[in-house]
């Protein structure tokens, strides 16, 4: 692998809203695969092993899975990145991203019950 002089400048955005949104399905389907499979193979969740597991690994899925288990995430994701990453101090962009942050949140939302109604789950 081979280091880059100099700074890499990255426009989420140079080709569109549209384009992202639509790479936020694709983003999104994967995300929501990932859990389905993280729960068939992860075993029970729990809470205690969320905040206090040795094992990195381990921890970090306890607390992936507490995030996707809880209810009104896409909201959850507009408070954290307005008010703990203060995107309203970019103005209207900041804003933007913030609402398609959480839009971002709901794909999956939609995603998970969508694979769920698939496989005939009713949970």
Same mark, same amino acid.
């Given at each position: 692998?081979?280091?880059? =002089?100099?700074?890499?400048?990255?426009?989420?955005?140079?080709? =569109?809203? $549209?384009?992202?949104?639509?790479?936020?399905?694709?983003?999104?389907?994967?995300?929501?695969? /990932?859990?389905?499979?993280?729960?068939? #193979? =992860? $075993?029970?969740?729990?809470?205690?092993?969320? +905040? /206090?597991?040795? &094992?990195? /690994?381990?921890?970090?899925?306890?607390? #992936?899975?507490?995030?996707?288990?809880?209810? $009104?995430?896409?909201?959850?994701?507009?408070?954290?990145?307005? %008010?703990?990453?203060?995107? +309203?101090? &970019?103005?209207?962009?900041?804003?933007?991203?913030?609402? %398609?942050?959480?839009?971002?949140?709901?794909?999956?939302?939609? #995603?998970? &019950?969508?694979?769920?109604? #698939?496989? $005939?789950?009713?949970?």
């Amino acid at each position: 692998m081979r280091d880059i =002089g100099g700074f890499l400048d990255h426009y989420p955005f140079s080709k =569109g809203v $549209g384009f992202w949104i639509e790479r936020h399905v694709k983003y999104a389907n994967l995300e929501a695969k /990932t859990i389905q499979e993280n729960r068939q #193979k =992860g $075993g029970e969740f729990s809470l205690k092993k969320a +905040f /206090t597991a040795k &094992d990195f /690994t381990e921890k970090r899925y306890h607390q #992936k899975e507490l995030f996707y288990r809880l209810p $009104g995430r896409p909201f959850i994701k507009f408070a954290y990145m307005m %008010l703990l990453r203060r995107a +309203f101090l &970019d103005g209207g962009p900041g804003i933007t991203y913030a609402v %398609l942050q959480s839009i971002y949140e709901y794909f999956i939302v939609l #995603k998970q &019950d969508e694979i769920r109604t #698939k496989r $005939g789950d009713e949970n």
